[in-house]
């Protein structure tokens, strides 16, 4: 293995002289879509669309370093959805987004090749610092956040998702985190929670600062105490990381999920009012252009019967399949916000209902530097917990893809990387201790049908 002397260095409590001499493979391991593949998929259902076929693993060249950048040896990653975008093609191929990348600067144009590495969170060691890298040195250990932006733009500077050239990495751009190594703006890098393992850290980078940025931050929902905030999703990706926020900042989760064992742990987690819907059995699409008000209100006294009111905030993802009734059902005044559209982006709702009550549907989208600090933070204090149900090797890539395709997995999926087994990485036994490990691997128990 091209990186084994680095996992050596960082099992041995090597210096950060002794791994910044270590010399850079040429190559390295990596997930990956190929541009020679991206209409394989043309005229299948979605549905049908396996991640198994079009992920690789193998060797990608490693990319010289800009002098704003880092190289990490990358211990984990995790699956998220936009791994399953790159990997069924959809809504579109990603490649179009690093020809882009690539037309921009001498830097961009490593990015644009024939093979995407994916992966848009990752934990690990920094082996490499670029000439201009002032807060970080090899050896440091660190998580990421994926907000690419190139700073000498002034469109950076008052809120960085505002930044014209703003992207997701590992979506957006190449060399993502589901690799061995990967190549990382410093201004990604943050500190990696001590008393976590590499994969246990590799799953809050994506979904927990998306989470933050929809309703902590300034940006976004802005919840306060008291608020109560429905949540579609409770268990999944980013809905997991909500329901802890809103528990956290006083608020009350109505948290919705589509499994018995889910509502278990949702309620679990500290979340009293669960609606199960594929109990419930909502059919807000009376046929493919008709919605059902009926359905709405149906959910709508579901809510109150819960919480005795309308939700100040709904969370919203799914998109076309729920967008009408969370329209429907956010108290007046309140706010939807939204960052996704799983089911469909063509969204429908009912307008009158929008202005007549005049409540407002806000955007979000990934976070800021500052707010996916803050939510390390917050993780890093034992306050909000990683979400992270099961680990798979990075050989299983596509595996764990299509899990979470078919909306299988709780919370979180891992992939081990250079980590050799899960478990590895705590560097505080004892803050784990206080912060209790029934806590922290509650979502793993719950995969065990321990709970
Ligand atoms: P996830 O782990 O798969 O969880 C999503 C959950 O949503 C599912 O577990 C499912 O829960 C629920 N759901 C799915 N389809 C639904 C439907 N038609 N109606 C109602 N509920 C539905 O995914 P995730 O990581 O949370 O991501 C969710 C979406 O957000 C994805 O589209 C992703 O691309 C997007 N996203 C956007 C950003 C951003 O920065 N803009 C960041 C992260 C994620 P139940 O079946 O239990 O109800």
Redesign the pocket.
């Given at each position: 293995m091209s990186m084994q002397p680095f996992l050596d260095a960082i099992q041995s409590g090597a210096s950060g002289d002794e791994i910044a001499n270590l010399p850079i493979p040429e190559s390295y391991r990596a997930a990956h879509v190929l541009r020679s593949e991206q209409t394989m998929w043309d005229g299948v259902a979605s549905e049908d669309k396996d991640p198994r076929k079009s992920l690789h693993i193998g060797e990608v060249p490693t990319p010289e370093l800009a002098p704003d950048e880092v190289y990490l040896a990358v211990m984990a990653s995790s699956i998220?959805?936009?791994t399953?975008?790159t990997s069924i093609f959809e809504p579109l191929p990603t490649f179009g987004f690093l020809d882009r990348l690539g037309r921009e600067s001498k830097w961009g144009a490593r990015h644009a090749q024939d093979f995407h590495v994916v992966g848009s969170d990752a934990s690990g060691v920094v082996v490499r610092v670029g000439s201009a890298v002032r807060n970080w040195k090899p050896g440091d250990r660190v998580v990421l956040h994926c907000n690419h932006v190139d700073d000498q733009d002034p469109s950076a500077h008052n809120d960085s998702m505002l930044a014209a050239n703003q992207r997701?990495w590992g979506f957006e751009t190449n060399y993502g985190g589901l690799a061995e190594l990967s190549v990382v703006k410093a201004n990604q890098l943050m500190p990696k929670p001590s008393h976590l393992t590499w994969e246990e850290s590799a799953v809050t980078g994506?979904?927990g600062s998306?989470s933050y940025r929809m309703l902590v931050g300034d940006h976004a929902g802005r919840m306060k105490q008291g608020d109560s905030v429905f949540i579609?999703?409770?268990?999944?990706?980013?809905?997991?990381y909500a329901t802890q926020l809103v528990l956290n900042g006083g608020g009350v989760p109505v948290g919705?999920?589509?499994?018995e064992s889910?509502v278990k742990l949702l309620q679990a987690m500290g979340c009293e009012n669960v609606i199960d819907?594929?109990e419930e059995n909502y059919r807000f699409w009376a046929d493919e252009h008709t919605q059902d008000e009926g359905e709405w209100r149906r959910l709508g006294k579901k809510v109150r019967s819960l919480i005795g009111d309308d939700p100040d905030i709904v969370f919203e993802?799914?998109?076309r399949?729920?967008m009408g009734a969370s329209v429907f059902i956010t108290k007046r005044g309140g706010t939807i916000v939204t960052?996704?559209?799983?089911?469909g982006y063509m969204i429908e709702y009912d307008n009158r209902h929008l202005w007549m009550k005049l409540k407002s549907i806000v955007s979000?989208?990934?976070?800021n530097y500052q707010e996916a600090w803050e939510m390390n933070r917050l993780i890093d204090r034992g306050v909000i917990q990683p979400v992270m149900s099961e680990v798979f090797p990075l050989d299983q890539t596509g595996e764990a893809a299509l899990k979470?395709h078919r909306?299988q997995?709780e919370?979180?999926l891992a992939v081990l990387c250079l980590s050799p087994e899960a478990g590895m990485g705590v560097s505080d036994a004892e803050k784990r201790d206080r912060i209790g490990e029934d806590r922290i691997t509650l979502y793993q128990r719950h995969a065990r049908g321990e709970l």
């Open positions: 998220n959805f936009n399953v975008w997701i994506l979904c998306t579609w999703g409770a268990t999944g990706g980013i809905g997991a919705v999920v589509s499994s889910r819907r594929r993802h799914p998109g399949q729920t960052c996704a559209a799983t089911s979000s989208h990934f976070a979470v909306n997995g919370g979180k």
